[in-house]
């Protein structure tokens, strides 16, 4: 590990894809590249500019989610809520949970994905949610006395493998089903056990995106196929993207293609090219939409960042610029005091 860190240089990307490794002092956003040590032999820190990480989010099993400018770690089945893109003389913050809770026949050992209902862990009211592959969803106040993990064992396979986000409309933690017809809401309070549904009401054949027949056989084929939701608080709007990924050996260059539907609070949902100006930032954190101009970004696109590249695709035409290789096991956006 310490021969790759060497030989890597790590930086940061802000705004846009030309971008410097500087931060907007408006919203900086975050993504690390690389590492290299900091000092002479130090092997617990890197340095990103004007900024401090601790080494050991570089590590297997480190990083498991992102939201709201909060890394969550997870270790030996405890997670902890880090701080860590804090000035360099500011010690960061660290909140571990209480230990995990593994119900029957589910698993906590891998991930999906992380979520809080706001950007203070010390408010009484942040919940913070995790997702993990399968049936169990946990849900905890990290502000309250003695907090205890609410574990909530999900019935539907539907959400097995499904990203979960927070709804401030709402104010639910919500997924969508694995194949986009429904969604599914829960909380710590009367949807707890039972989650609150929202069946879809699709577009009518001739409303769906015109698309050469080769391009449907195509995505029809995609080896991966996933959901997001993810609300765009400027403009009061609800996403869904569908994100459709195929491969081809034996180059792996990537395909991917996004079909994205706009949702209102009757479940109305129609296909559309034109989000407005915003984009939506995806990876393995939880999904953000922003004011793209105010965050000097392209509008009415998506940052994608996976294990391997980062990709500008604009929404109107799925036409993918700005394509990079990216070969650091941490693809996760992390947002700093977004507009």
Known sequence: MSHFLRQLKLSLRVSNFNASSRCFSSSPIYYVRGAEPVGDGNKETIRIPSLKVP??????????GASHGWIATMKSGVVCL????????TKPKRIPLPPLVTLPHCQTQIVTNVAMSSSSPDDEDCIVAVKFLGPQL????????????????????????????????????????????????????????????????????????????????RL???????????ESLHTDETFML???????????????????????????????????DVCILL??????????????????CVYMLTDHEFAIVSISCNQKFGATPFACSLPYYISKNLI
């Not at 880090?82 to 003389?89: C, E, F, G, K, R």
């Not at 539907?261 to 090219?273: F, P, S």
């Open 55 to 64: 080494m050991e989010l570089l590590k297997d099993m480190g990083i498991i």
């Open 82 to 89: 880090q701080d860590d893109l804090d000035l360099p003389d």
């Open 138 to 217: 946990s849900l905890c106040r990290p502000a309250q006395r003695d907090c205890m993990w609410s574990n909530i064992r999900i019935s539907d396979p539907s959400f097995f493998s499904s990203h979960v986000m927070y709804s401030k409309r709402d104010g639910m933690f919500s997924m969508p089903a694995s194949r986009g017809h429904y969604t599914g809401s829960w909380d710590l309070g009367r949807h707890m056990k039972e989650p609150k549904l929202q069946m879809l009401l699709l577009p009518e054949e001739d409303q769906i995106p015109k698309m050469k027949k080769r391009v449907w056989q």
């Open 220 to 230: 029809e084929s995609c080896c991966t196929k996933q959901h997001y939701l993810v």
């Open 242 to 276: 569908k994100w459709y990924t195929q491969s081809t050996p034996p180059t792996l260059n990537v395909w991917d293609h996004f079909l994205v539907l706009k949702i209102d609070k009757e479940g109305y949902a129609v296909y559309t090219k034109d989000i407005g």
């Open 283 to 300: 990876s393995r954190s939880e999904p953000i939409c922003i004011p793209a101009k105010l965050n000097r970004r392209v509008q009415n």
